[in-house]
C-alpha cells in the first residue's frame, strides 16, 4: 500500500455535532500531519504528529482535538464547528523527521461543510 | 515563523513554451523546499524538492533551483503540455528542533497552458 488514505471523502455537520475524520498509512511513516485547506488558498499547518506524539499544535482552536492511536492511523475529531471552518482537511505523512525522509504525501482529503 | 512569498498568481503560456514559477522565503535556516500540483478536486501531488545542500535538480521537463543567498527558489517546466495545467505550490521547511516539522505553503500559481 503506497498512499494515504481519508474517510469520509465529504461530511456535512451541524454546529452541535460531533464528527471524526480519520486518516490511515501503512508505509511505515512515523510523521503525520493535519492541513486545512480553503478554497483558493494553499494549506494550512494544523497539527504534527512524531512518532506518535504531538509535536506541533498551530494555535488550532480546541473544537479541533488530534489523536493518533498507533502509527498508521491520525484521527480528528471535531465538535461545535463554525460555518468559517468549511474547508478541505488534508493528512499528509512522512517517513520519518529526518533530513533524508522529508517528502510528505498528501491523502485526498475531506470536504467538510459546516451548516 | 517561516513566511513563503510566490509569483505569479496567474501564468498563461502557449503549449510548448516554458513556464517559470518563482518563490522567496524568509527563514534562513529552512532545509527543504517541495513543490506540489494539485489539479482542482484533487489533492496535492509532489512532483519536485530540493534539499538546502543543493543548487539544482531536473526531472524530465521539471527543474528546481535554489538560491540560499538570496533566499530563493524557482521551478521550471519545459515543452509544457496541457495536462501541465492546475495550481503549482511551492514550499519550505523550517529546521527540525527534533520532532517533524510541517510545511509552510505559498499562495499558489494558477498555471493554464493555451493550446
Known amino acids: 500500500d503506497t498512499e494515504v488514505t481519508q474517510t469520509p471523502k465529504h461530511l456535512v455537520m451541524g454546529m452541535t455535532n460531533k464528527k471524526s475524520l480519520k486518516c490511515e498509512q501503512h508505509?511505515?511513516?512515523?510523521?503525520m500531519y493535519w492541513y486545512k485547506q480553503k478554497a483558493k488558498k494553499p494549506p494550512e499547518l494544523m497539527f504534527v504528529?512524531?512518532?506518535?506524539?504531538?509535536?506541533i499544535n498551530e494555535s488550532v482552536p480546541s473544537r479541533f482535538s488530534p489523536e493518533c492511536p498507533n502509527s498508521s492511523l491520525l484521527n480528528l475529531h471535531l465538535h461545535a464547528l463554525q460555518p468559517e471552518d468549511s474547508a478541505l482537511y488534508l493528512c499528509?505523512?512522512?517517513?520519518?523527521?529526518?533530513?533524508?525522509?522529508?517528502?510528505?504525501?498528501f491523502g485526498p482529503g475531506t470536504r467538510l461543510t459546516v451548516t | 515563523g517561516e513566511n513563503v512569498e510566490q509569483h505569479p498568481s496567474t501564468l498563461s503560456v502557449q503549449e510548448g513554451d516554458s513556464a517559470v514559477i518563482k518563490c522567496t522565503y524568509s527563514?534562513?535556516?529552512?532545509?527543504?523546499f517541495p513543490w506540489y500540483k494539485q489539479e482542482l478536486g484533487k489533492r496535492p501531488q509532489l512532483i519536485i524538492d530540493?534539499?538546502?545542500?543543493?543548487g539544482e535538480k531536473k526531472d524530465q521537463r521539471i527543474a528546481v533551483t535554489l538560491n540560499k543567498t538570496a533566499k530563493h527558489f524557482s521551478l521550471h517546466i519545459t515543452e509544457t503540455q496541457p495536462e501541465d495545467s492546475a495550481v503549482y505550490f511551492c514550499?519550505?521547511?523550517?529546521?527540525?528542533?527534533?520532532?517533524?516539522?510541517?510545511?509552510?505553503f505559498g499562495k499558489g500559481t494558477h498555471l493554464i497552458i493555451q493550446p
Open positions: 499528509a505523512s512522512s517517513l520519518t523527521p529526518r533530513v533524508s525522509s522529508y517528502e510528505q504525501y
Open positions: 508505509m511505515g511513516h512515523r510523521a
Open positions: 504528529y512524531s512518532y506518535e506524539k504531538l509535536s
Open positions: 527563514d534562513s535556516a529552512s532545509n527543504y
Open positions: 530540493i534539499r538546502s545542500n543543493v
Open positions: 514550499a519550505a521547511r523550517p529546521p527540525s528542533g527534533g520532532g517533524a516539522d510541517g510545511l509552510t
